[in-house]
Structures are given as structure tokens and as C-alpha cells.
């Protein structure tokens, strides 16, 4: 993978090491975003909106009412666009960047079900990580091996295993994705040493 910003990384005695990085290859047309946007027109220039809607007069206002006592369960959505662009079920601390832009909505055909108040919060967690996305925050690991020809002593590193695609992820969540990317290393040294194995038994 060519476009990665490193977060950590780490090589062990044996040759395997690891590395964790920015997904910046993530391909965001991948994301199956779980709720639908009903927002204005002008939040179409910074985010996908799949109802346009607005509040220019009463009529409008009560045809946004209408199309929201038709879906499950809908939270304010704002947006906020100064460089970088993040949403969030909260108001943000900038009057003259941000402001509320429509509505997350899960509509009737929404495999999420409930009671109002458990939906609400399952799409407020749908926000967040949508806007996490929006952000950049993805993460991915590599792990490697570098071996050292035997003749000329030059050494290559390898990708023997890699995902990515990790949304929402921030520092705290990094000891626990670490120990994940040691438990596919242990995989792989087992495969290594039980291959060895086979190989002398065999001689």
C-alpha cells in the first residue's frame, strides 16, 4: 500500500514486525453508511444528501415534517465545513462555520428496529462514525517479514498479511488492535515453525 502515514511500528528479533498507518486507500464509496441524510441543498456541496430538503417557507417546513413522521426514528444532523468537513448529532462550538444542515434518518425499510429512544442512539453512533470517515480516521495494519539473503546479506521486508478499513479508531483503541496484529504474527510464526518441522522430518 503506497498511501499510508504511519502510526506505530515495530519489528521483533525474528524478522516479523508490524506497522499500523493512516488507510488513506480506503475507498469510501465502499461505506454503507446505514441511515439517510435529508439535508439542504447547500450541504450537497460537502456531503452526499439523498432528500434535499429547506425551511424557506411554511409549507416546505410541514412537507419536512411529513417526509420525518414517515421513518422509524431521525436526530438533528449539523454540519461543519472549515477545511476539513465533520457531522455530528450535537451542535458545533462555531457559529459561523457550522449549523444544522437536515436529519439522519432511518427510514421504514432500516434493518435497525426498536424503540424510539435505542434507535436514536444507534444512529447518533452511525453519525459518529460516518463523520470519523469523513475525518480520515481509518486504520490499517500491515505485518512483515524481513529476511536476509544468506550470500549477499542485502535483506527485503515482505507483506505476508494485511487489513484495513478500521473506522473510528482513535489512540485509546490502538493497545487493543495491537494485540490483534501480535495474535495474526503468533499465526504466522506457528505456520512458519510447523513448516520447518515438516521440511527436516522429510529429509
Known sequence: MSDW???????YEDGYGYRLFHDDSYDASDYERGFKIYATTGAARYIPVDVSISAADADEENHVQDLLRGAKAHVP?????????????????DPYDSGQCGFAVLEQDSPVDGDR????LVLERMV????HLLRGN???WQVTKRTVCE??????????DSCGGYIGFDFKELDSLVNEVIDVISRHREAEHASKSTRSSDD
Do not use: Q, W
Request: glycine letters at 2%.
Open 138 to 140: 481509518v486504520i490499517a
Open 151 to 160: 550470500s549477499c546479506k542485502n535483506s527485503s521486508v515482505d507483506i505476508i
Open 5 to 11: 502515514r504511519e502510526i506505530n511500528s515495530h519489528e
Open 117 to 120: 429512544a435505542m434507535m436514536e
Open 77 to 93: 444532523l449539523y454540519l461543519l465545513a472549515h477545511g476539513d468537513v465533520s457531522v455530528s448529532t450535537n451542535p458545533f462550538h
Open 128 to 131: 459518529n462514525e460516518y463523520n
